[in-house]
């Protein structure tokens, strides 16, 4: 079989490729890479995003939903930086049987929190209305045992 080039302005076609853009068929170069990909790889791809970008992709369309929402091993990663913060949090919601993703959930907010308390970035204030919107959130005992004594060691 004779391959012959056709060019578009996106990229070169040829043989079965330019057929199948002449027929009408969708375009392979225009697929979603979840559908044309083992999970596996598409599982590899989304673990590089941050979990904001996770939580976004997963809007995008139902299959990559499936795919991000059925894969603990993405969850994981971004859970076990939580845990650094959160141990006790992150270890209670593990023995009671939460996904990776739920506990990521429950425990990442009172994470940011947290840091943002032993960091200093609240040594300065000097009432509760000078606290910013939305930065706070339930805190254990001992969490706020730590942040005590980070702020008596300043």
């Known amino acids: 079989m004779q391959n012959v080039c056709k060019r578009s302005n996106s990229a070169i076609f040829s043989g079965d490729r330019a057929s199948n853009l002449i027929s009408g ?8 890479f979840t559908e044309t990909l083992p999970t596996e790889m598409s599982v590899r791809i989304f673990s590089e995003l941050d979990v904001r ?6 809007l995008t369309c139902r299959h990559w939903n499936d795919i991000i929402d059925g894969s603990d091993q993405l969850w994981r990663s971004h859970c076990l ?3 650094a913060v959160c141990r006790r949090e992150v270890d209670g919601d593990r023995r009671a049987g939460c996904s990776w993703k739920v506990t990521l959930v429950r425990n990442y907010r ?6 943002r308390w032993l960091k200093g970035r609240y040594s300065n204030i000097s009432s509760a209305d000078d606290i910013p ?4 959130c339930p805190l254990d005992v001992e969490t706020w045992g730590e942040i005590l004594e980070a702020e008596l060691d300043r």
Not at 25 to 32: E, H, I, M, W, Y
Not at 53 to 58: F, N
């Open 53 to 58: 970008s996770l939580c976004r992709a997963s």
């Open 81 to 83: 930086t939580v845990l």
């Open 110 to 115: 009172k994470g940011c929190v947290k840091r």
């Open 133 to 136: 919107p939305n930065s706070m």
């Open 25 to 32: 068929d969708q375009d392979p170069l225009q697929q979603n």
